[in-house]
């Protein structure tokens, strides 16, 4: 079991930035990547960016050149810088673990992000 926190959310307008940050602890070793999802009212989750721990990125379309997932290992935590920030971004953002195909997480109360436009 792989316990995240999520902070940096806030509210900000559109064009800005914020830089999202999540905390691992617990069985670490055990993590092949991890990912930042969101999930907008009304809509269902969806992978936003995740980070394998060799260093290998997939975004999704929508946040591609706008969005940078990173990685610091020895703070075993993981940050999502996002710049550009357009209102449809506006959702709650989690972060998750995962490895063969399961999350190692649970989904927490996750980090609400508000875009003005």
């Known amino acids: 079991q792989v316990h995240l926190v999520e902070s940096g959310g806030g509210l900000v307008q559109a064009g800005g930035s914020l830089r999202l940050s999540c905390a691992a602890s617990?069985?670490?070793?055990?993590?092949?990547?991890m990912g930042w999802y969101r999930q907008a009212p009304g809509k269902q989750r969806e992978l936003v960016a995740r980070?394998?721990?060799?260093?290998?990125?997939v975004y999704a379309d929508s946040v591609k050149g706008r969005f940078t997932i990173s990685r610091d290992n020895t703070r075993n935590t993981m940050y999502l810088q996002m710049n550009s920030l357009k209102p449809e971004d506006t959702a709650t953002y989690y972060c998750?673990?995962?490895?063969?195909?399961?999350?190692?997480?649970?989904w927490g109360r996750g980090t609400q992000v508000t875009v003005s436009s």
């Open positions: 980070i394998t721990m060799g260093g290998s990125t």
């Open positions: 617990g069985s670490i070793f055990s993590v092949n990547a």
């Open positions: 998750n673990a995962d490895s063969q195909g399961r999350y190692l997480g649970s």
